[in-house]
Nanobody, 123 residues
Framework: QEQLLESGGGLAQAGESLRLSCTASERTFNNNALGWFRQAPGKEREFVAA????????YYADSVKGRFTISRDSAKNTVYLHLNYLKPDDTAVYYC????????????????WGQGTQVTVYS
């Protein structure tokens, strides 16, 4: 499988912002929806946001709607997740994934995952 490379995690105070990046191959970027999931310690992996393969449709979990934004740069084959107004509950490992089949908000619908990037938010 073609690799997804994530970057941009780190430490932030509540209310601050971070930007995560996910760079895919040109083929993956142009043919697959890309999504972001997160997993906190002791919890299941949960859907955060996704963007359709054409870049015209976006989807968000209710918990991040209005705070997080997904965007893309086609010239760089990169999808971004802008994390604004961060809360301690946003602390998790964030994963980028390429969609394969099924509903975009289900982890089982994705068949190619990045290595994850840690986001830690303190109050």
């Amino acid at each position: 499988q073609e690799q997804l490379l994530e970057s941009g995690g780190g430490l932030a105070q509540a209310g601050e912002s971070l930007r995560l990046s996910c760079t895919a191959s040109e083929r993956t970027f142009n043919n697959n929806a890309l999504g972001w999931f997160r997993q906190a310690p002791g919890k299941e992996r949960e859907f955060v946001a996704a963007m359709g393969w054409s870049g015209t449709s976006t989807y968000y979990a209710d918990s991040v709607k209005g705070r997080f934004t997904i965007s893309r740069d086609s010239a760089k084959n990169t999808v971004y997740l802008h994390l604004n107004y961060l809360k301690p509950d946003d602390t998790a490992v964030y994963y980028c994934a390429a969609h394969y089949f099924g509903s975009l908000n289900y982890a089982c619908a994705y068949n190619n995952w990045g290595q994850g990037t840690q986001v830690t938010v303190y109050s």
